[in-house]
């Protein structure tokens, strides 16, 4: 009997359930959910990276000891990005993220130096040491930039849950505390593959041209 008495009441909370549920009630934490796991891809990527330069660098230092300012540059540049943290509790910190992103920029760039004077030592570019690593930096980096495109594609839907009915209204009472989240903004030298233009590697740079005499007098 007093299960059956209970009845409406427990009727009454599923359909209270079943009611906000169907109003979007967990649509902005579960989507919040989402760019927290998409950071986390992102996160695991560059890591990757920044796992693979130690040895990329031993192996150039190898064949190129004199070109010590580059290799020195890019250890920098790694310990530098690998100081600068991005968690989910800076995920709505755009000052945050730009210095993360402007320490992984300024790796992404030495990062090209360092492949472009492999074109000076022919031993080195066919180290199968050096190919190896190059192969696995290549494709981490096509792995960032997937995984960078994935979260900031959960931003958007995210953020647009938190501007549009019916989630603005949940924003605005039941989860007040949930804040826009920050994609990462696009560059043109921003994490991406480093790009190496080879055309004037190791080609001396042209003469100053004289200029023409002054006229003698008469």
Do not use: H
């Not at 902005?28 to 890591?47: M, N």
């Not at 995210?158 to 924003?171: H, I, Q």
Request: with cysteine; charged share 15%.
């Amino acid at each position: 009997m007093t299960f059956l008495k209970s009845m409406p009441k427990i009727a009454a909370a599923l359909g209270v359930a079943l009611m906000l549920a169907g109003c979007g009630v967990n649509n902005i934490p579960t989507k919040d959910q989402a760019v927290k796991a998409r950071l986390a891809d992102v996160q695991a990527s560059y890591q990757r990276r920044a796992d693979l330069i130690p040895n990329l660098v031993n192996t150039v230092q190898g064949y190129a000891r004199q070109e010590q300012s580059v290799l020195v540059a890019v250890t920098q540049a790694r310990a530098s990005a690998t100081q600068v943290k991005l968690d989910a509790s800076t995920i709505t910190d755009p000052q945050a993220f730009a210095r993360f992103q402007q320490a992984q920029d300024q790796l992404s760039g030495v990062l090209g130096r360092l492949m472009a004077i492999s074109e000076q030592y022919p031993d080195l570019k066919s180290n199968q040491n050096f190919l190896a690593l190059q192969s696995q930096l290549e494709g981490t980096e096509n792995r960032i930039e997937i995984a960078r495109r994935d979260y900031n594609a959960a931003v958007q839907d995210y953020n647009t849950e938190l501007v549009t009915l019916p989630g603005s209204l949940w924003a605005a009472t039941v989860y007040r505390s949930y804040k826009q989240a920050t994609p990462f903004a696009a560059s043109a030298a921003a994490q991406t593959a480093p790009t190496v233009n080879f055309d004037n590697v190791g080609v001396p740079p042209a003469p100053p041209v004289p200029a023409p005499a002054a006229p003698a007098r008469p």
